[in-house]
Structure formats: C-alpha cells, structure tokens
C-alpha cells in the first residue's frame, strides 16, 4: 500500500508534537511527583518546599499540556480512523489519564485559597496521583502501539477487540516503569536547576540515583521493543541513542552538572518517540500477529487536500506557539528557594464561608 510524503510528513509532525509534550510535561510530572517525597524538615517547612516545587512549575504546567492537545487535535485531523480507533480501544486509560490531569489542574489552583490543613492535604493528594497515574499510563499506552494491538475490520471501520487487561502486559507494564523512572529523573534534574538551598541538594542527590535506575529500566524496554517488536532495523540508531543519552545524563548528574543531564533526559525522550514512531511505521496501529489486521497509514490518513490545508496552518502558526513557548521560559527562568516565597493568601475558614454566601446573593 502506497504511503504519500503528506501523510509521512504529518505522522512525523505528530511525533515531533509528542516529544515536545513528553519533554515538556514530563518534568512537571516529575515535579509534582515530588512534592509528596522531596520536602524535608517539619511540617511548616516541609509545606514551604512543597509550595517552592509547585512554584517552580507554576507559570508554565499548563501551556505544556497545550502540545497534548495539539498532537490530538492534529491525530484527528490528519488520521481520523487512527483517533477514532484509539480511543475506543484505550478508552479507560485515556479517560483514568484526563481525569488524572483535571484533578492535577483543580488542585494546582485550588490547593492555596483556602488555610486549613485538610484542604491542603487533601490537594497534595490530587497532585500525587494527577502526576504519578499519567506518567506509568502513558508508558503502557505508548508500549502497546509498538507492541501492535488485536484489530478487526468492519468495512472501512477498525476495532480493538483485546480489552482493557490485555493492555496491562508485561511489556507495557515495564513501559509503564520507563516513562515512571524518566519523569522522575527529568523533574529532579529541573527542581536542582529551578531551586537554591538544602532542597536544590537534595533533589540534586536524587537524581544521580535515578539516573542509574532509568539507565537500566529504560534501556531493558528500549531493547526488548527493538528486538521482539520494531518493523524498522534502523530504529536502532534510536536505541544507541538513547542509550548514549542515559550514560551522560549519569555521568551530569554525578558530577552535579545539572544542565547537561536536562539536555540529556530531553534527548533520550525525544529518541523514545523516534523509537516508538519508526517501530510502528508505515502503520498507524500496527497488527500484534504477523498476519493480524492492522491500520496502515494510507488507511488512516485524511484527503489530500485536508493535509495540504493543516500544513499551510502549521507553518503560519507554528513559529508563534514556539515564540510564545520560549518567551515563558525566560521570563520565569529565576532560581527559587523558601526565602522567596510570599505570604499565603489564602482565606480562613470562616472568611470563605461569608464571602461563599456573598457571591450567592
């Protein structure tokens, strides 16, 4: 079956917006993984180093998540029967994962307005499990699609007929693991360039022994998806790169060179997308049996002219989003620590409860 440069060319801008979401969003899903393991001291200081790590991601969590909706939007546009097939097919991870990510956006802007320990407690518990289930779910996700999945075809209509548990196997699984112990390392390796102090150390310390641990992890998936899975031989050039990527990052984080590790956990997430995406090329969702039923590429793919139009929009706005993307990070590029928290704003009790029957009247 004949694949068009148009229908290449948005599978790898598809990737391209993966790795941009994955290197992006998964330090501030390492991040928020640390609030519940990082802090240290008692209670009041542990409170201002939990408010220290969310501030660091603060100004820009949100517009990272704007490169998920775009690789969506864009899967939708460009590929519809891919979208429409996969999301019926990993309809509750997906939706475990948008749940996960409203909770985590809810108690980002909730968690400061009101002063009482059982509010708080209670957010911190949101953003625990708005960071950790994503970063394990979207491993076991990425993993199937190289993998390949259980499809039937129903005229020009695709279904995965494997069911959710088939989802959870032990490949996916270690998937899982991959992107859980690369999140971490990314967030640590960010909090030690974001912050100063005896927090900067401490997740400075962590990230050396992460960093051997996503070395092994990652490494084992990388091979395992090459060896039993890929449908590409040069897709090695990923592995090796990817591999070459992790023993730097090592090497950073021992020597305490922060900024070489992010550059070197950034390039190992983006060469997992290149392995991820050239395992599964020409398919969109590859078959899991060699004579399964897959969707191909050219099946998925919109009309000629529906591609023509999207690239004719992402070479006008792309360069915005980018500006705009760079311009944040600059602005909010200061290091912070505890002495450079303000005071709390937040309502007592009983003023929440007169200005809640104000605004009601």
């Known amino acids: ?125 949101a953003i625990t499990v708005g960071s950790w289930l994503p970063a394990l779910l979207w491993g076991v996700a990425f993993a199937n699609l190289v993998r390949g999945l259980e499809l039937t075809q129903d005229g020009f209509a695709y279904h995965y007929t494997g069911g959710f548990w088939a989802l959870l196997n032990p490949f996916a699984l270690l998937g899982g693991v991959t992107t859980l112990v690369l999140f971490a390392l990314h967030g640590t390796i960010y909090v030690s360039l974001k912050t100063s102090g005896a927090i900067r150390d401490r997740a400075a310390a962590l990230s050396s022994r992460l960093s051997v641990a996503a070395l092994v992890v990652a490494g084992a998936w990388a091979v395992w998806a090459q060896v039993a899975y890929s449908r590409n031989a040069w897709t090695w050039a990923a592995v090796v790169v990817a591999a070459l990527a992790l023993v730097a990052v090592v090497w950073a984080a021992w020597t305490r060179r922060a900024g070489l590790a992010f550059i070197g956990t950034a390039v190992t997430l983006v060469a997992a997308v290149v392995l991820i995406f050239g395992a599964m090329y020409p398919y969109a969702l590859a078959p899991l049996a060699a004579d399964g039923v897959g969707l191909h590429l050219a099946t998925a793919s919109s009309t000629h002219l529906t591609l023509v139009i999207m690239t004719w929009v992402a070479v006008l706005l792309t360069p915005v989003v980018l500006a705009y993307t760079a311009w944040t990070y600059w602005v909010f590029r200061r290091r912070l620590s505890t002495a450079d928290l303000p005071a709390p704003a937040a309502l007592s009790w009983s003023a929440a409860k007169s200005a809640f029957a104000t605004a009601l009247r």
């Open 1 to 125: 079956m004949e694949t068009s440069a148009l229908t290449i060319l948005w599978f790898v801008l598809i990737a391209v917006l993966w790795s941009g979401y994955l290197v992006l969003e998964g330090f501030d899903f390492g991040v928020g993984m640390l609030t519940s393991i990082l802090p240290a001291g008692d209670e009041r200081h542990k409170e201002s180093e939990r408010r220290v790590l969310i501030n660091t991601i603060g100004p820009v969590w949100d517009g990272n998540e704007v490169w998920l909706l775009t690789a969506g939007g864009a899967t939708f546009a460009a590929f519809p029967e891919w979208y429409a097939t996969l999301f019926e097919g990993f309809y509750l991870p997906l939706l475990l994962i948008l749940l996960a990510l409203i909770l985590r956006g809810v108690a980002f802007e909730y968690r400061g307005k009101l002063a009482r320990a059982s509010w708080v407690k209670a957010f911190d518990a």
